[in-house]
């Protein structure tokens, strides 16, 4: 640490104007290419901004228009219609009648269409024929009494000077008196009815509320980035920022800069010092010269004008981009001039470190090392005094000399090729270890370090390191080893797995009978957690529980005692296991080996005995015992619970003559054919059993009298199939005759329900064999 600190002493005094130089060489022309990438950067991002919001508004306004454009063709489409349908009334009705017929027409027709609140016919004179009005809701049909003359509308002048066109009136406000609620934009649409030849029989006229457009472009508004207005052509606009009010302002008051665009363009997209505009026209003409009956006439023409102020279009984070481009020069100017004033600190550190080399050579000595040093040939140029006290030489009996003059003769040879590699790779090397031989000729073991040494140019010159006797490390080393192997031979000699593992469970040894047992080699086994290995992941989190509390005390669940448990194998198969475990402490902390037995044949075997003891060793069914105890346990169910059971006695027919007749070799064949046909024709839940010498029995468990009788001549129909040809070329085959009974209630024994079965079967025999008895 002092040596550091003298050297940032000796560096801060010596910064000069060679930092700044090198600083600003390397600096200015990596500031400009930063702010060019920049200014490119920002560039491209705002015009692509501008691109897309251009992009983005003129598909709004042009959608807009569409569906401005729509909603005034399906009103000229309506008009249209009901003048048409009206023709052919006036055309053949008297004046007077024909209003009463159509008046059900308008009113149907008002109802299907809830947009329209006025619907009226005049007469040729401009008369109310019929006035239809959508109040709160309710079509109502004015009284005569209310009809007036409409003469001087501007709807019916203008239906009569455009006939046979659809004239379409300009927006206005509704004052509250027709129905709507006072502000409610509204037109009205109106066209002369007309005969065949032409003349003049009336008008109709539809007022349509105009909401619906306005909500429209308000809800195309709430999607927007910018603001959505509705110019007149020949008023001020009709929508702004807000709906519902007709503010003050014509087109080219709100929007001089676009005014003369739209004058001569009636659609298109224009960016301006106030942002990005785009805008549509909607409107027709009104020339009189124009044959149509399609297209209607527009008493005025709208402008729909999307406007998105430039702070809309501008991404949010271009507002940090300058002080985000002063930090990022900021920090490159720190690290270059970090850089600069590092490469001066180099410089000057390395004459601060030679300094303090003395030092370090005293400090090294007093720890039992000797320094020296050596040219690029391996020849003494220095050694310390400590050579006395390690080796027995003088240090001034070992300048000249090579390195390997301290070595055993048997050991020059691999050293001076070891020092040559070196030298020809300038290589340094730690703590390698090499025999040496002191001046009286014993022999030490000795660690080498060494860094090599060169000169301005770069050129090695030599080499300078340290050897410390090891002699007596390595014995102890020695001895620590050879005792391992008499402990590894010892637990790799046992035939039980022997697994150690530390406090955290990750397994430490690993042998043989433990690589056989589990399928994991030593390798995949050390350093992983001993229960992901070898405990079924149902129960680890179990096993998992205690390993805290061991890694803290040595203490555990399993610690000092023998168990069982299920363990896995790599792949997958599960298997019984004993484990006997035991706790040590090394080096502070806890450890434990266990010894695991594979349990698998004990097991078998232990299942073969249990098997043994309860099965018939001819045919494998249920012993005389083990059947009669299955029968105890299902009829305590049956009295519990009240489930019916049954009992199903059979005995093989002509049995003794068989065995008299063929032998007991035959007898014993027609044994097993019972017994399996038995077990094919009877469920699982059944209990099979042989209590005599020919003589089964079957316990049917949740199975009536009625039930047990089907069973039982399934059981009878299926050994009568039993036929087999003997060596000799005898035929055998066999029947048997079956006894039924079912357990009655709770008072009911076992015994009891044994003789009715049994008597069942007696009387089977008794009246002709190869049949089934059901005793109730």
Request: charged share 25%; proline share 3%; net charge negative.
């Amino acid at each position: 640490m002092e040596a550091r600190k003298a050297a940032y002493d000796i560096l801060d005094e010596k910064i000069t104007p060679l930092v700044w130089r090198r600083f600003l060489a390397y600096f200015i022309p990596t500031a400009a290419v930063l702010v060019l990438l920049a200014h490119w950067f920002l560039t491209s991002q705002f015009d692509e901004a501008e691109r897309l919001t251009a992009a983005n508004e003129r598909t709004t306004v042009l959608l807009e228009r569409q569906f401005f454009e729509d909603e005034i063709a399906a009103l000229a489409a309506d008009v249209r219609f009901l003048s048409d349908y009206a023709t052919g009334c006036l055309e053949m009705k008297e004046l007077a009648v024909c209003p009463r017929e159509l008046r059900k027409a308008f009113m149907l027709f008002a109802k299907e269409h809830p947009t329209y609140f006025q619907m009226i016919l005049l007469d040729v004179s401009g008369q109310e024929l019929l006035h239809v009005e959508n109040v709160n809701g309710r079509n109502v049909g004015m009284s005569a009494s209310g009809l007036r003359s409409q003469a001087a509308s501007p709807w019916y002048v203008s239906a009569l000077e455009y006939s046979p066109r659809v004239w379409i009136s300009s927006i206005k406000f509704s004052d509250g008196a027709n129905g709507l609620s006072p502000g409610t934009p509204m037109l009205h649409a109106s066209r002369a009815i007309l005969d065949e030849d032409g003349r003049t029989l009336g008008v109709v006229v539809i007022g349509y509320d105009g909401s619906m457009i306005l909500q429209m472009i308000a809800q195309h508004e709430l999607a927007s980035t910018g603001w959505h207005y509705l110019f007149r052509s020949k008023g001020p606009k009709l929508r702004g920022p807000t709906l519902g009010k007709e503010s003050s302002g014509d087109l080219s008051e709100t929007f001089p800069e676009l005014w003369s665009d739209i004058s001569r363009s009636k659609s298109g997209t224009r960016v301006t010092k106030n942002g990005l505009f785009a805008y549509e026209t909607v409107c027709s003409t009104a020339d009189k010269n124009v044959v149509s009956r399609v297209l209607p006439v527009l008493d005025e023409c709208w402008v729909i004008v999307n406007h998105v102020p430039w702070a809309a279009i501008v991404p949010a984070w271009l507002d940090y981009a300058p002080w985000v481009g002063g930090a990022a020069l900021l920090l490159v100017a720190a690290g270059m001039w970090t850089w600069a004033r590092t490469m001066v600190r180099r410089h000057q550190a390395e004459k601060a470190l030679r300094m303090s080399e003395e030092r370090m050579r005293t400090i090294v000595e007093a720890a039992g090392v000797f320094i020296w040093e050596t040219d690029d040939k391996g020849v003494i140029t220095y050694i310390s005094d400590m050579v006395r006290e390690v080796l027995g030489y003088a240090p001034e009996e070992l300048i000249g000399q090579t390195l390997t003059m301290l070595m055993p003769a048997d050991k020059v040879s691999e050293y001076s090729e070891f020092f040559l590699s070196a030298v020809a790779h300038k290589l340094s090397f730690r703590q390698r270890e090499v025999d040496g031989l002191t001046k009286d000729g014993r022999r030490i073991h000795q660690a080498l370090s060494a860094v090599p040494v060169e000169d301005d140019s770069g050129r090695l010159i030599g080499y300078r390191g340290s050897t410390v006797d090891v002699t007596e490390r390595k014995k102890a080393q020695e001895e620590l080893r050879e005792s391992e192997r008499k402990a590894r031979a010892m637990l790799e000699a046992s035939h039980d797995a022997m697994i150690v593992i530390d406090g955290n469970g990750s397994v430490q040894f690993w042998n043989h009978a433990a690589e056989n047992m589990f399928g994991y080699l030593e390798a995949e086994a050390l350093g992983m957690d001993v229960h992901v290995l070898v405990v079924e992941e149902e129960d680890r989190k179990r096993a998992d529980a205690g390993t805290a509390h061991f890694a803290k005390t040595g203490e555990g669940p399993i610690v000092g005692s023998i168990g069982e448990f299920q363990a896995r194998r790599k792949d997958g198969t599960v298997f019984p296991v004993e484990h006997a475990v035991a706790a040590f402490r090394m080096h502070g902390a806890w450890y434990a080996v266990g010894s695991v037995r594979d349990k698998t044949e004990q097991k078998e075997a232990e299942k073969e005995l249990q098997r043994l003891a309860t099965t018939d060793s001819l045919t494998g069914l249920a012993n005389r015992r083990h059947f009669f105890d299955g029968c105890r346990k299902e009829i305590e169910r049956h009295k519990r619970y009240g489930v019916a059971v049954s009992l199903l006695m059979l005995d093989v027919d002509l049995f003794k003559k068989i065995n008299d007749t063929w032998g007991h070799d035959t007898g014993d064949r027609v044994l097993k054919e019972v017994a399996a046909h038995m077990l094919l024709t009877l469920r699982d839940v059944d209990l099979c059993g042989r209590i005599g010498g020919e003589e089964f029995a079957v316990l049917l468990p949740e199975t009536d009298l009625q039930g047990a009788a089907e069973a039982a001549e399934r059981v009878r129909a299926s050994l009568e199939n039993i036929c087999f040809i003997l060596e000799e070329g005898a035929r055998v085959c066999v029947t048997a005759s079956l006894g039924v009974a079912e357990m009655g209630g709770s008072e009911d024994t076992l015994q009891e329900l044994i003789k009715r079965a049994d008597d069942a079967l007696y009387e089977a025999k008794e009246t002709g064999r190869n049949k089934v008895v059901v005793k109730a």
